[in-house]
Nanobody, 126 residues
Framework: QVQLVESGGGLVQAGGSLRLSCAAS????????KGWFRQAPGKEREFVAG???????AYADSVNGRFTISTDNAKNTVYLQMNSLKAGDTAVYYC????????????????????WGQGTQVTVSS
């Protein structure tokens, strides 16, 4: 069993930055694929960024070049650095992990992840 706790959300002006953190319990973090997803009001949850345990990253087109996903295995934590934020980035952000994934595996599909956090709200004012 893996527990995930997100933090770092809040209210920020357009053009600003935030860094989200997701702390994980358990011993499988290092060899897990990690992902960030978001859900805006009235919309489906969507992929934002993913990172394989081998370091391969993937980003949604809407955030590519503005967001960066990274991990600190010593702290069992995955981060999402968000720069140049836009009003359209407003959403609840969720982290997810898939233990035992391949070193190059970083899926964009929600259904491929096994464990999810409770989410953290990000609000970008225009």
């Amino acid at each position: 069993q893996v527990q995930l706790v997100e933090s770092g959300g809040g209210l920020v002006q357009a053009g600003g930055s935030l860094r989200l953190s997701c702390a994980a319990s358990g011993r499988t973090f290092r060899t897990s694929a990690k992902g960030w997803f978001r859900q805006a009001p009235g919309k489906e949850r969507e992929f934002v960024a993913g990172i394989s345990w081998g370091g391969l990253t993937a980003y949604a087109d809407s955030v590519n070049g503005r967001f960066t996903i990274s991990t600190d295995n010593a702290k069992n934590t995955v981060y999402l650095q968000m720069n140049s934020l836009k009003a359209g980035d407003t959403a609840v952000y969720y982290c997810a992990v898939k233990p035992g994934a391949g070193a190059g595996w970083a899926s964009r599909s929600l259904s491929h992840y096994d464990y999810w956090g409770q989410g953290t709200q990000v609000t970008v004012s225009s």
